[in-house]
């Protein structure tokens, strides 16, 4: 479990984040919801350790955590952007495997067939030699939610992982999220989409106003 309290953010004079408060419970979904601007994305990076806390708390499992520290955040949480961030020039097979043979130091042949499963399991076999290019909108989804998985982290965080997709995909989007679920994969997903957010998630934690924040049991 995921527990930050405390949690201070600003830019300047201007306070995004005040004293907030969240409980990610494992195996459970926690969705983020708010207007653009409230600071649910904002949020988002400080737990991934994209963004610097200006003060807060994090511990998961009871014991401290700082996502700051690339030697423990990136084996703890797991980040699918909004944009994907698929490298073009590199096949599917290899952007999945480069962060585990790089950062993990898994060699090239164990990368490769934890690789094949994730592939397997998120309905992608025989993309693997294929390029982002040359993926759907969906696709290239999975494959983003392949190469965070591939790092096994505990904790798995979308960024608006509807919001360039058909409502068709939406509702592909939903199964995955349930299926990890299913798989004892704990998630947290930010999105303006409150229904996509009552469909998947286990609490719901509405961003109304930069000094607003309530989180609540779906």
Same mark, same amino acid.
């Given at each position: 479990?995921?527990?930050?309290?405390?949690?201070?953010?600003?830019?300047?004079?201007?306070?995004?984040?005040?004293?907030?408060?969240?409980?990610?419970?494992?195996?459970?979904? =926690?969705?983020?919801? +708010?207007?653009? %601007?409230? /600071?649910?994305?904002?949020?988002?990076?400080?737990?991934? &350790?994209?963004? !610097?806390?200006?003060?807060?708390?994090?511990?998961?499992?009871?014991?401290?955590?700082?996502?700051?520290?690339?030697?423990?955040?990136?084996?703890?949480?797991?980040?699918?952007?909004?944009?994907?961030?698929?490298?073009?020039?590199?096949?599917?097979?290899?952007?999945?495997?480069?962060?585990?043979?790089?950062?993990?130091?898994?060699?090239?042949?164990?990368?490769?067939?934890?690789?094949?499963?994730? =592939?397997?399991?998120? +309905?992608?076999? %025989?993309? /693997?030699?294929?390029?982002?290019?040359?993926?759907?909108? &969906?696709?290239? !989804?999975?494959?983003?939610?392949?190469?965070?998985?591939?790092?096994?982290?505990?904790?798995?965080?979308?960024?608006?992982?509807?919001?360039?997709?058909?409502?068709?995909?939406?509702?592909?989007?939903?199964?995955?999220?349930?299926?990890?679920?299913?798989?004892?994969?704990?998630?947290?997903?930010?999105?303006?989409?409150?229904?996509?957010?009552?469909?998947?998630?286990?609490?719901?934690?509405?961003?109304?106003?930069?000094?607003?924040?309530?989180?609540?049991?779906?």
């Amino acid at each position: 479990m995921l527990e930050i309290k405390n949690l201070k953010k600003s830019f300047g004079s201007r306070v995004i984040l005040d004293n907030v408060n969240v409980t990610i419970k494992d195996q459970e979904v =926690l969705s983020i919801v +708010g207007p653009s %601007g409230a /600071g649910k994305t904002t949020l988002l990076r400080c737990i991934t &350790g994209l963004e !610097q806390a200006d003060s807060g708390e994090f511990t998961i499992d009871g014991k401290s955590f700082d996502p700051n520290a690339t030697d423990t955040s990136e084996s703890v949480i797991g980040v699918v952007f909004q944009d994907f961030n698929l490298f073009p020039h590199l096949s599917v097979m290899d952007n999945i495997i480069l962060a585990p043979t790089m950062v993990l130091k898994q060699s090239k042949q164990v990368a490769t067939a934890d690789a094949k499963k994730l =592939l397997d399991q998120l +309905g992608l076999i %025989g993309k /693997g030699d294929l390029y982002p290019y040359q993926l759907s909108g &969906g696709q290239k !989804q999975r494959v983003a939610i392949a190469r965070a998985l591939a790092m096994k982290p505990k904790i798995l965080c979308y960024d608006e992982p509807t919001s360039a997709l058909d409502p068709n995909l939406r509702k592909e989007v939903e199964r995955l999220i349930s299926g990890l679920k299913q798989d004892g994969m704990t998630q947290l997903v930010v999105t303006h989409d409150m229904d996509f957010a009552r469909n998947i998630a286990d609490d719901i934690l509405e961003v109304s106003s930069l000094d607003k924040l309530n989180q609540t049991a779906d």
